[in-house]
């Protein structure tokens, strides 16, 4: 069993930058592929970024491509995300999500773990 609590949303103007984490419970949190979701009002939820569980390899939605970064600190059982230069569309609630894995997951339906979320707002 993995619980996952997201923290570090909040308002940010267009242009601004905020770092998600994503704290993980469960002694095997390196076994882990991590995902990070979004669900503007709406919308569907939507794949964001994934990291295998080295950390070795990532994988990123378009949309977001070059302006967001994964990453994961497996001492800490934490998974990040640095998102840089937001945009208004980037607004919505994001989740972290886990699974048992060792490859990159870009379907929310494969995960098996999910945090509660947290809400990014971009003001224009």
């Known amino acids: 069993q993995v619980q996952l609590v997201e923290s570090g949303g909040g308002l940010v103007q267009a242009g601004g930058s905020l770092r998600l984490s994503c704290a993980a419970s469960g002694r095997t949190f390196s076994s882990y592929t991590m995902g990070w979701f979004r669900q503007a009002p709406g919308k569907e939820r939507e794949f964001v970024a994934a990291i295998t569980w080295s950390g070795r390899n990532t994988y990123y939605a378009d949309s977001v491509k070059g302006r967001f970064t994964i990453s994961r600190d497996n001492a800490k059982n934490t998974v990040y995300l640095q998102m840089n230069s937001l945009k208004p569309e980037d607004t919505a609630v994001y989740y972290c999500?886990?699974?048992?894995?060792?490859?990159?997951?870009?379907?929310?339906?494969?995960?098996?773990?999910w945090g509660q979320g947290t809400q990014v707002t971009v003001s224009a």
């Open positions: 999500a886990a699974d048992f894995s060792t490859i990159i997951i870009v379907v929310a339906a494969m995960y098996d773990y």
